[in-house]
Nanobody, 123 residues
């Protein structure tokens, strides 16, 4: 499966932004999908994950209550709605898919990755 993240940009602190991740290829399989981010000089960190049918989600504590992950299987697209953005949310955001549906927070559990999209939050 191929993934393409989009929607990044420059936003003021407190503002919203929505990221999209379009999937192509073997989209008929039941992947768990997730969002990760990597800030300058830091490792890649888990943000959120969603089950194939969208019934289950999990979030990192740092974004819980501010970010919402969702997906539209008819459009083969996953979303990350980000509200109340903070300067520390500045990072390159990546979407990923886990073909084994482990619903993990670990980078190593995800098999497919899209190119990132840069989110910059100004104070």
């Amino acid at each position: 499966v191929q993934l393409q993240a989009s929607g990044g940009g420059l936003v003021q602190a407190g503002g919203p932004l929505r990221l999209s991740c379009a999937a192509s290829g073997r989209t008929d399989r039941a992947y768990v999908m997730g969002w990760f981010r990597q800030a300058p000089g830091k490792g890649r960190e888990f943000i959120a994950a969603i089950s194939w049918n969208g019934s289950s989600t999990r979030y990192a504590d740092s974004v819980k209550g501010r970010f919402t992950i969702s997906k539209d299987n008819a459009k083969n697209t996953m979303y990350l709605q980000m509200n109340s953005l903070k300067p520390e949310d500045t990072a390159v955001y990546y979407c990923a898919a886990d073909r084994h549906s482990r619903f993990s927070l670990l980078v190593a559990s995800y098999d497919y990755w899209g190119h990132g999209t840069l989110v910059t939050v100004s104070s």
